[in-house]
């Protein structure tokens, strides 16, 4: 649920600071990252698993960043 209340704040976001439409584009990037590595990968048995899913969140951020990078420099 939060993770869906993410997205949808982050393209809001774009759309209310005129993001360029490669912003869009690419924020499949993040979302992919979300579905298929952070949730569909998480074992909550696993504490070495929570660990690294959990440290994957910096990767994450840099994605965020470059994605608004993209919508502001194009």
């Given at each position: 649920?939060?993770?869906?209340?993410?997205?949808?704040?982050?393209?809001?976001?774009?759309?209310?600071?005129?993001?360029?439409?490669?912003?869009?584009?690419?924020?499949?990037?993040?979302?992919?990252?979300?579905?298929?590595?952070?949730?569909?990968?998480?074992?909550?048995?696993?504490?070495?698993?929570?660990?690294?899913?959990?440290?994957?969140?910096?990767?994450?951020?840099?994605i965020i960043f470059i994605n608004i990078l993209i919508g502001?420099?194009?």
């Amino acid at each position: 649920m939060c993770y869906s209340i993410f997205i949808f704040c982050a393209l809001t976001v774009g759309i209310l600071m005129k993001f360029k439409s490669l912003f869009y584009v690419f924020s499949i990037i993040p979302i992919l990252h979300l579905m298929m590595y952070q949730i569909k990968k998480l074992k909550f048995q696993d504490p070495n698993n929570c660990l690294r899913i959990f440290k994957s969140n910096n990767f994450f951020g840099f994605i965020i960043f470059i994605n608004i990078l993209i919508g502001k420099l194009n």
